[in-house]
């Protein structure tokens, strides 16, 4: 069986969770033996950082990337979809050489493209929804351009033979925004590699934690896009209060152009005690993750919540809204604690009882490992996924296009 995957990011392009979600699982599904034999895997994707190859082959897994216009930040919506024209054009020639049995899109962003092909080929074709326009604004279309992205979402779902979702709360949000039918949605969770995971050294965790708290003091920790619906200002909100009963508390702040709350911190009186990183290396966030004390996922929308499965693995104790797919991973007092979403005074109990307790949270930080070893690890993903194929691939032979 030979399948086609289509996604707008492949690293070393990569923005969000999709494109290492799609950079992880398309070489683990390469050369699973299915029935018909192995598995191939091609992976169209944009080449949007200067310097990555054109082409990466291997023997069951090749990428091919395509030069793109750069987005224009005006008119996100039509030079994202203009460009799926030349994601096609790269497809069509791939194919003359081998077709596809299956295509297999990730999100709108590829959904054009996608949608031309399986007419083209009469193939199956299968999306992966990430996220939903509708829910990063909390069920709400903003406006014109959100308007376009939430059609192209619910046409992207329409036209798959199947929809993967990452998660129940996924699922019950794709069934509810777009009609589908519970039949058509496949819940397949996101994974994470533990053994990527670096191990770091005794004086290697002390000298980060002498960086940031050279007195001693106890080190909160936030990672993720610095965007409304991540939730950072009701962590920045909670400080005031976490402060007047943890007075040795810090706050470190991770992500690009994170310094854009500086100002409420300041508003709030705070400012002194935050720490705005910015971007860092994988590799420097996993040490942090290793040496806070808690990390906190404030989010008021989370499709699934990654960063916490990152967090659990590096072993830190996790506070993550009772949102979406976070709520399915971080479960209340078992492997982390959970928060009303919106509420800085939710956060601040949270963080007090971590703090106060911390033979509890080693309990919990310990089912959480075990729990992201046995449940997300990626082989399992890549072989639930590869038996998805076959399902879609036998129905497509037994159907009349």
């Not at 996220?131 to 992207?156: C, F």
């Not at 129940?168 to 496949?186: D, I, N, T």
């Not at 969770?189 to 533990?194: A, E, F, M, R």
């Not at 809204?321 to 991973?329: M, N, Q, R, T, Y």
Request: proline share 6%.
């Amino acid at each position: 069986m030979r399948i086609l995957i289509i996604s707008w990011e492949y690293p070393p392009s990569v923005i969000g969770g999709m494109g290492r979600h799609v950079a992880e699982l398309a070489p683990r599904l390469g050369g699973q033996i299915l029935a018909d034999g192995p598995l191939y895997v091609d992976v169209v994707t944009t080449r949007l950082s200067s310097g990555a190859p054109e082409e990466q082959a291997g023997e069951f897994v090749a990428i091919h990337r395509v030069d793109v216009p750069p987005v224009d930040p005006v008119d996100h919506y039509n030079s994202v979809v203009e460009s799926n024209q030349l994601l096609v054009e790269r497809a069509e020639r791939l194919a003359r050489q081998h077709p596809y049995d299956l295509i297999h899109a990730h999100d709108w962003l590829v959904a054009k493209a996608s949608i031309v092909l399986k007419h083209s080929w009469k193939a199956p074709y299968l999306t992966t929804m990430h996220a939903t326009e509708r829910g990063r604004h909390q069920g709400h279309i903003p406006g014109d351009t959100s308007h376009q992205i939430d059609r192209l979402e619910w046409q992207n779902c329409f036209e798959a033979w199947k929809v993967i979702a990452c998660s129940q709360f996924m699922q019950h949000e794709l069934e509810s925004y777009f009609g589908l039918p519970p039949s058509k949605v496949a819940v397949i969770p996101n994974g994470i590699d533990t053994d990527k995971i670096a191990l770091y050294s005794a004086d290697q965790r002390a000298l980060l934690r002498q960086r940031y708290a050279p007195n001693g003091e106890r080190l909160l920790l936030f990672v993720g896009r610095i965007v409304h619906e991540k939730g950072v200002h009701v962590l920045i909100r909670a400080m005031p209060r976490i402060l007047a009963e943890h007075p040795d508390v810090r706050l470190l702040v991770v992500g690009k152009n994170a310094e854009k709350y500086w100002p409420l911190a300041y508003e709030l009186g705070v400012e002194k005690t935050i720490t705005f990183l910015g971007y860092i290396s994988d590799e420097d966030r996993d040490c942090l993750y290793s040496v806070v004390d808690i990390a906190i996922f404030p989010s008021l929308y989370e499709p699934f919540g990654i960063v916490a499965l990152e967090a659990m693995a590096a072993g830190s104790n996790v506070i993550a809204s009772c949102v979406g797919g976070l709520a399915e991973v971080v479960r209340h007092q078992e492997n982390g604690l959970t928060v009303y979403p919106n509420d800085p005074m939710s956060i601040v109990w949270a963080v007090d009882k971590t703090l106060s307790d911390p033979a509890a949270a080693a309990t919990r930080r310990k089912i959480a490992l075990a729990e992201v070893k046995s449940l997300y690890n990626w082989p399992l993903i890549a072989r639930q996924t590869a038996e998805l194929y076959e399902r879609i691939v036998g129905e497509r032979r037994a159907t009349a296009w």
